[in-house]
């Protein structure tokens, strides 16, 4: 049975998605003290440096996820990280999450390291679906999702309360089959 046990370096043109270092440690404390980082993925936790550092060098033993970080390829920076996680073998299915810096954001560096990484599982695992929820207040991420190929299922009615206010989630996903026929019809383009 495959597993998600190897952590690969993925190259893309603006980015590189790697293993996560113990050094990501403070950029990841940095993006968790941005309000608006933790508004877009619906994190109340605080956490301290240790935990982070804790949880950061815990990552290459876990062979039931996949988690990475976003390093612009230009500066060297960190700039975001993301996880295939919530993997199903029994039904060939995970779940993708992703959380970008300020400085990752707005340039199409999420839409680069989504494809990236849905191209990587789909080209190397066992996966048939892939799932993810988007907050409804977050248009930019969804248009991001639709435009790699992930389809709308639903909506989960006041998922997250965030200063007083409930707010919803989209359920989206892209399945093996459509992302075949995406990649069969990029091919094909002249």
């Known amino acids: 049975m ?6 690969p370096t993925i190259e893309g043109e603006r980015i590189i998605l790697r293993p996560l270092q113990s050094d990501d440690a403070d950029a990841l404390l940095a993006a968790m003290e941005n309000g608006d980082s933790m508004r877009l993925t619906g994190t109340h936790a605080t956490f301290t440096l240790e935990q982070l550092e804790a949880w950061v060098t815990s990552r290459p033993l876990q062979d039931d996820r996949l988690d ?40 199409g560096i999420g839409t680069e390291a ?28 969804a248009h991001v999702y639709t435009t790699v190929g992930f389809v709308v299922e639903g909506r989960a009615r006041h998922t997250l309360l965030w200063d007083g206010t409930f707010h919803d989630s989209v359920l989206m996903s892209i399945l093996r089959p459509d992302w075949e026929a995406d990649r069969a019809a990029r091919t094909l383009r002249p």
Request: aromatic residues 10%; proline residues 4%.
């Open 114 to 141: 989504t494809r990236l990484i849905v191209g990587y599982v789909f080209e190397h695992l066992p996966i048939h679906r892939i799932s993810l929820d988007v907050y409804a207040f977050n248009p930019r991420a």
């Open 68 to 107: 990475l970080a976003i390093i612009d390829r230009v500066s060297g920076a960190f700039v975001g990280d993301l996880a295939i996680n919530e993997w199903d073998a029994d039904n060939q299915s995970c779940n993708f999450r992703i959380a970008l810096t300020p400085a990752g954001q707005n340039r």
């Open 2 to 7: 495959a597993t998600f046990a190897h952590k």
